[in-house]
C-alpha cells in the first residue's frame, strides 16, 4: 500500500461585508489610494463590525461554509485546529468554542498561534496527526480579527490588516497526492520588530498601558519587509532543490499575503511567472491566519488533481517556513 499522507478534501471561507477601501483610510490617517496600492497592492480590507463578534465568529461562518459546500457531518470531525493570532479571549481556548458552536461534538479542539505562520505550521501540525494515523478528520481554521489590534491612527499598519477566515478539511490519502514535504523555521530574535507589546504576560494591561497605545500592533515595516522577502523566498527554494523541482514543476504559489511586493519577490526568486502565483491581497490584504485558507478557497475551481503547490508564510516571531503539496481534487 503506498504511504497515508495528509490531503485537503474541502475547503471553506468567510470575510465579512464590510469593505474598508483606500479612499476611506485617506480620512483616517495621512496617506493616498494610490501610495498603498503601489506599495503594498492593496485595494481594500473586510472588517468585521458586529458588536461583541470575535474570531470565533469569523471562524464559525468559515466552518460553516466548507460544512455546507461538502455536505460533511460535523459529529464525525475528530479535531479542530484553529490558528489564530486573536483569540477571542486570553486563556479560554476559542477552538473549543467553535467546535461546540458548529456541531463538532465529538471533536476536541486547540488554538495554534504562531503570527502569520499560524496556518502554515497548522498544516504540518494537521499532517502529522493524519500521518501517523491517530486521526482521520481535521478541521483546520485560519482565523483573524486584526481590526481589534490595529491602531487606526497609525498609518504603518492600518493600511494593511484586514479580518477574514478559511477553513479546509484534512483527510488521509494514498493516492500520492497531499502534503510531500516542508521545511520551517523560528527565529525569535526577531520578536522586537513586529508585536503587540502589552496585554500578554510580560507587560499585562494597566492604565499606562492603555493610555501608551501599547495594546496596538506594532511594526517596523521595512525590517520586517527585508526579512520576509529573503526567507521566504529561502525556504521555497530549500524545499524546490530537495524535491528535485525546477520552476516548470509548479503549478501555484500560494504565498501569505503580507504585502504584493513580498509575494512578487519570492516568485522572482524561485523564477514563477505571475500567471501561476495566487494573488487576493487586494481585496482583503492581511488577514494573518486566514491568507492561505482563502487564497485556496478563492482559486479552488482553478486547482486541479495533482497540482503542485508551492505554500509559503512569513510573520511574527520571527516564524516563517514552506510547504510543498499536491492538490487533491478537481471541483
Ligand atoms: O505578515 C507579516 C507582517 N507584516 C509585513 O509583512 C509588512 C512588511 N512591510 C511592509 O509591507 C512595508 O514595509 C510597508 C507597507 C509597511 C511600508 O512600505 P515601505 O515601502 O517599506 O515604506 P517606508 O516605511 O519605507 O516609507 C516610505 C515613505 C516614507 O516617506 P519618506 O520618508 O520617503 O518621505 C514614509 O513616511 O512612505 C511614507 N509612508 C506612507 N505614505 C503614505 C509610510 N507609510 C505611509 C502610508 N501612506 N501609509
New binding site residues.
Given amino acids: 500500500m503506498n504511504k497515508v499522507t495528509a490531503a485537503i478534501t474541502a475547503v471553506g471561507k468567510y470575510v465579512p461585508d464590510y469593505i474598508l477601501t483606500n479612499k476611506e483610510l485617506e480620512t483616517m490617517?495621512?496617506?493616498?489610494d494610490e501610495?498603498?496600492e503601489s506599495?503594498?497592492g492593496i485595494k481594500e480590507r473586510r472588517i468585521l463590525k458586529d458588536a461583541g463578534q470575535g474570531t470565533s465568529f469569523l471562524a464559525i461562518k468559515s466552518a460553516e461554509n466548507l460544512i455546507e459546500k461538502s455536505n460533511l457531518d460535523p459529529k464525525e470531525i475528530e479535531l479542530v485546529i484553529l490558528c489564530t493570532a486573536t483569540p477571542d479571549m486570553q486563556a479560554a481556548s476559542t477552538g473549543a468554542y467553535v467546535a461546540t458552536k458548529i456541531g463538532a461534538v465529538n471533536a476536541f479542539s486547540f488554538d495554534l498561534e504562531s503570527?502569520?505562520s499560524s496556518f502554515l505550521y497548522g498544516l504540518s501540525v494537521a499532517a502529522g496527526y493524519i500521518e501517523s494515523g491517530r486521526y482521520k478528520k481535521i478541521l483546520l481554521i485560519g482565523a483573524d480579527k486584526n481590526s481589534s489590534m490595529i491602531d487606526y491612527t497609525d498609518?504603518?499598519?492600518c493600511?494593511?490588516f484586514g479580518d477574514g477566515a478559511g477553513a479546509v478539511l484534512v483527510e488521509p490519502t494514498t493516492d500520492g497526492n497531499g502534503l510531500q514535504d516542508e521545511y520551517m523555521r523560528s527565529d525569535g530574535s526577531g520578536r522586537e520588530f513586529?508585536n503587540v507589546a502589552a496585554g500578554g504576560s510580560v507587560l499585562p494591561a494597566t492604565e499606562e498601558t492603555v493610555k501608551e497605545r501599547l495594546h496596538f500592533a506594532r511594526?517596523d515595516?521595512?525590517t520586517?519587509?527585508k526579512n520576509?522577502v529573503f526567507n521566504m523566498a529561502d525556504v521555497c527554494e530549500k524545499v524546490l532543490d530537495r524535491n528535485g523541482m525546477k520552476k516548470k514543476d509548479i503549478d501555484w504559489l500560494v504565498a501569505?499575503q503580507?504585502?504584493k511586493?513580498?509575494v512578487e519577490a519570492t516568485a522572482r526568486r524561485i523564477n514563477l511567472e505571475s500567471s501561476k502565483v495566487m494573488l487576493n491581497i487586494q481585496n482583503y490584504g492581511?488577514t494573518?491566519s486566514a491568507t492561505l485558507p482563502l487564497l485556496l478557497a478563492d482559486y479552488e475551481k482553478q486547482l486541479k488533481k495533482g497540482d503542485k503547490l508551492i505554500l509559503a508564510a512569513?510573520?511574527?516571531g520571527f516564524s516563517w517556513g514552506s510547504i510543498y503539496f499536491k492538490w487533491c481534487y478537481n471541483s
Fill in positions: 490617517v495621512e496617506t493616498n501610495w498603498i506599495r503594498t503570527a502569520c498609518r504603518a499598519t493600511i494593511i513586529l511594526q515595516g521595512k520586517v519587509f520576509a501569505h503580507a504585502n511586493r513580498i492581511n494573518t512569513f510573520g511574527g
